[in-house]
């Protein structure tokens, strides 16, 4: 009892306490219910439903014919929904954003080592960072944690004196490029170090009051502390000082911009010079010639019709019984190529990745066969200028098929053609013949289908460029862009899409949360004609120009790839 007593006395205790402060617990309770009810009924409108319905058609360009035959849409208008960038974006458009006493910082994470090549060669350099800062000063500090990143920063010199500037800069893999006006196009390199430990850096430029001067700073930060600072001495000046204040200026307002967010309108995306890249510079002369073979005209079908006779084709490497699961992996029947394309990488001598290199002797000798044929098929009216290329499938128990990828010109007029056709050596036969029902289509649309949802707007535009620049080189009206997109919130792809100059594309929309598997099933559902390729790709991938037409090649009816 005596127990219960003080329990009891505790408890009454307590309530006498509380009593006099009822209303304030009820007011925060009623504060911490609303409060809640309000994040509840947020997250509802911006989450996604569990359950996929049928897509939405946002977008398409070029593509009535698919539509005609009324694939599985939802026909319910889309509701565009303004992302957040878009939204800062037109309050500061309102507000005018102070440019002096600051520089532009953009940051590319997880990048390792401290080469700067890593940074320069990285495919959303400049373009498309993932942080935008901005900076007082030309002294940087790194907290602590903050590793293996990359930075740009930039921005204009605005000195107040004429004459000869000392600069003096300390820091370790730091490139420093400064314009001779304010077009970022003018800029050279005045200093570098490439060395992975800090040095003292000097060099001078004669600047003008009141002129504006580009500058841009490159740095590698790896994975050890790493501060730099650029500083310079005016004329008649006594010391060495940080650059800021009213010397320098912005060149991007890109405050809106953040995490990653991306513009595709934004006017500050132009390249500059200095961070052109140039795609494949170690290819050799051969290996350059087969990447540019688009650049040359096909050879019309009535040139190479009956050159050699048909010829059953069916390997025996052809699987015709039901595999389990990941077992097709080994299934997989490996080409090899002349010129070789450097994709053999080895382990051990054993070479477990790329193409198996062709012999060239195998490879002149099969060209040869096949020039004798044309010459007696079109009386000698077209000569080999170059072999491109020569694609050989070894089938150790029916022959050898192959693909002549070559240069042809036509005697009289001096035009030069690009020959690309299969043929094929039956064992034991001395001859070349064509493989029947084995001809790839040159005008297939080929139709290169895309997923995506959250926050990988950077690649997303990057994907859009990369395809827009194919088609800029290639003009080729049979690339057909599909992107089936689950709530993308940094980037508007209607924007990007109409902006790309592609000539055709879709965009469809998704309600349900991401999912991937049923995205690409409806995405390729409005694919509505038979003799048209689906091509399934990912993000974070560079295509080469030459991707369209070897899709083409390699491709037959109901053959999925997978690359």
Not at 288 to 313: A, E, G, M, W
Not at 531 to 547: E, K, M, Q, R, S
Request: with cysteine.
């Amino acid at each position: 009892m005596l127990v219960k007593w003080k329990h009891s006395r505790h408890v009454g205790e307590m309530f006498l306490y509380f009593l006099p402060r009822r209303r304030q617990i009820l007011k925060y309770f009623a504060l911490i219910l609303v409060v809640f009810i309000i994040v509840r009924l947020f997250s509802k409108s911006e989450t996604p439903s569990e359950e996929p319905g049928l897509p939405i058609l946002v977008v398409q360009h070029g593509n009535d014919q698919y539509f005609r035959a009324k694939p599985p849409l939802n026909l319910e208008t889309y509701s565009k929904q303004h992302m957040q960038w878009e939204m800062r974006k037109q309050t500061s458009s309102s507000t005018s954003e102070v440019t002096y006493g600051k520089l532009n910082v953009h940051i590319w994470g997880e990048i390792c080592g401290y080469d700067l090549n890593s940074l320069k060669n990285h495919v959303l350099f400049p373009k498309y960072p993932q942080r935008r800062l901005h900076t007082h000063t030309t002294g940087f500090t790194h907290g602590i944690g903050n590793n293996d990143f990359g930075e740009r920063i930039f921005g204009f010199l605005l000195p107040k004196s004429t004459g000869l500037h000392s600069f003096r800069i300390l820091g370790k893999s730091v490139e420093v490029w400064i314009g001779k006006n304010a077009d970022p196009s003018s800029a050279e390199l005045v200093y570098q170090n490439s060395l992975s430990h800090n040095s003292v850096g000097k060099f001078e430029l004669k600047l003008v009051a009141k002129n504006k001067y580009y500058i841009e700073i490159l740095h590698k930060k790896g994975n050890q502390d790493d501060d730099f600072a650029l500083t310079w001495k005016v004329p008649g000046g006594s010391h060495f000082a940080e650059i800021g204040g009213s010397d320098i200026s912005v060149k991007a307002l890109d405050a809106y911009l953040r995490n990653g967010e991306v513009d595709s309108t934004e006017p500050n995306l132009e390249i500059p010079t200095i961070h052109r890249k140039i795609r494949f510079p170690i290819l050799n002369e051969q290996e350059q010639q087969r990447n540019d073979l688009f650049k040359l005209p096909l050879i019309p079908d009535k040139v190479v019709k009956n050159v050699l006779t048909s010829c059953d084709y069916k390997p025996s490497y052809i699987v015709d019984h039901t595999l389990t699961n990941y077992k097709g992996v080994w299934e997989t029947h490996y080409s090899s190529l002349y010129p070789i394309d450097k994709s053999n990488v080895t382990r051990g001598g054993w070479v477990c990745l790329g193409n198996d290199g062709l012999k060239e002797r195998e490879a002149v000798q099969i060209v040869e066969e096949y020039m004798k044929s044309l010459d007696k098929k079109n009386s000698g009216k077209y000569k080999l200028n170059r072999i491109l290329s020569v694609e050989k499938n070894h089938d150790p128990l029916k022959g050898d098929r192959y693909l002549l990828e070559l240069e042809i010109e036509d005697i009289k007029t001096s035009e030069s053609y690009r020959l690309s056709e299969y043929v094929y050596k039956q064992k034991g036969q001395t001859s070349l013949c064509a493989p029947h029902a084995y001809r790839w289509s040159r005008n297939a649309t080929v139709n290169i289908v895309l997923t995506v949802g959250g926050r990988q707007g950077r690649w997303v535009q990057h994907f859009i460029n990369n395809l827009a620049e194919i088609y800029r080189q290639t003009k080729d009206q049979n690339l057909n862009v599909i992107i089936m997109d689950f709530h993308s919130k940094d980037i508007n792809i209607e924007e990007a899409l109409k902006l790309s100059g592609l000539p055709r594309y879709i965009l469809l929309h998704m309600k349900s949360k991401f999912h991937k598997t049923i995205g690409l099933q409806y995405a390729m559902s409005i694919v509505t004609d038979p003799n048209d390729i689906v091509f399934v790709c990912d993000l974070h991938l560079y295509l080469p120009v030459t991707i369209v037409d070897h899709i083409r090649k390699v491709c037959t009816v109901f053959s999925v790839l997978l690359f």
